[in-house]
Structure formats: C-alpha cells, structure tokens
C-alpha cells in the first residue's frame, strides 16, 4: 500500500490501514494520515508509530508556504508487515513562485527528484519496469481472474513527438508462472507488430517497435497467482 501524501483519512480508514500492514507493507510519504476527513490537524500523527518520525501536521491559513520536507527513509517492522516512512515527495527544479492561486500546468509533471527512494522504500520490487523517455507514461492493472497483465502506455508528449521508439517493457521474474502470450493493442498502430522478447535472470523483456498515443500490452500467464 502506498499513501502519497494522503494526508486527510478517518479514524475507520486508519484502523483499517494499520489492520493491512500487520500482514502486508506501507510506503507512507510526507503528511500521510496527518489530517482527518475535514481537514483538522490530529493532535499526533494518525498512522501513529508506523511511519516513525513524522512530525504532526499544521493549521492552514489563508497565505500559501512552500514545505518541502526531505530526509532518509525510516523503516521498521510491524507485526508480520512492514512499514516504510519517505519524508517528502522532492519536486526535480525550482519551485513556481507562491501565489494564492495558481496552476500546476504540465511543466510541473515529472518525476520527482527523489524517485528512486521512493521506490526503494517499497518491499518488494516492481512487477514491471518500462524503459522510455520520462513523457511515456505507464500504469500496471493485474486481472487475477483471467491471469492477465495490462501495461497502459500513454504518451504524454504526442504533439511534438508523435512516435516513439525502443520501449522496452520488463516483467520480473515474480510473475504468476509462465507467459502464454504477450500483444499488443492499441488505437493507432497495427496490431501485427513484431515483438522480441528476451528472458534472462533479470525477467522478461519485451521490446515495443513503436508507441504512437496509447498502447495497451497484454501478458497472459499459465498457473495461477
């Protein structure tokens, strides 16, 4: 489970945070839990110790501050889970000035400068890893009832860049068994596309010819998950 800076949850949607990490994992960042459901901050901080160090939240004013808050990542054991505390999701470039209302236009879409901690702070390693420019962007859905993957890929720059070439998408080996069959569907580019596909100890890499707008990969799975 990931909070990303979730910092408004109940009083029922803390127990039942605290309740799946005793069995599974949390990576919480920045003011995760810090507030109720109206805003109001909590006296100590709602996930209590299982991202330990972090600081109680504020009461917001009219005026807009900037608090960008950095640091290690805190770890610990809870109960047959683990939790992970990254202290601030760290925006890559300067901050835009702080006005009482502005927008946060596509300039400021990108990963941040402390990714990789982020996603080291998880327990286990990702499923899937996509290899592309930063623009190409992907979401990972598991069907467990049809031991299907979906990999969405979307490409964020379609305007000036129109295609892009060389994605490599890469299943570890923590998949649900074997893959029956990898495709690809997608709106604006043949399905008929040759994909190669390699496997070595790292996982299964799939090597896309082209990404116009959107692709869809599909991986089918034998065994069960």
């Known amino acids: 489970m990931i909070l990303p800076d979730s910092e408004c949850l109940s009083d029922s ?3 039942a945070i605290r309740d799946f990490v005793s069995r599974g994992g949390l990576v919480a960042l920045g003011q995760a839990g810090l507030y109720d459901e109206w805003l109001r901050p909590r006296a100590t901080p709602g996930l209590g110790d299982l991202p330990p160090s972090q600081k109680p ?3 917001f004013g009219e005026e807009t501050h900037w608090h960008e808050l950095t640091g290690p990542t805190m770890k610990h054991e809870f109960e047959r889970g683990r939790a992970a505390y990254v202290p601030g999701v760290e925006f890559d470039g300067a901050m835009p000035a702080a006005r009482p209302y502005f927008a946060i236009t596509n300039p400021f879409w ?8 982020i996603i080291s702070a998880a327990r286990d390693p990702l499923p899937v890893r996509v290899t592309a420019p930063d623009y190409l962007v992907a979401n990972f859905v598991r069907q467990p009832e049809t ?5 969405h890929l979307l490409n964020y720059d379609a305007v000036r860049t ?3 070439s060389g994605v490599t998408v890469t299943l570890t080996p923590t998949g649900p ?13 043949p399905e008929n596309q ?3 596909t390699e496997i070595d100890s790292s996982g299964i890499h799939v090597r896309i010819p082209e990404v116009k707008t959107y692709t ?5 799975w034998s065994g069960s998950h």
């Open 13 to 15: 949607q803390l127990t």
């Open 57 to 59: 939240g504020h009461s």
């Open 110 to 117: 990108k990963n941040p400068k402390n990714a990789g901690q």
């Open 147 to 151: 031991r299907r993957w979906l990999i």
């Open 162 to 164: 129109p295609s892009i």
């Open 177 to 189: 068994g074997k893959p029956t069959g990898v495709k690809l569907v997608s709106p604006d580019s």
């Open 194 to 196: 040759t994909l190669s």
């Open 216 to 220: 869809v990969v599909v991986v089918d």
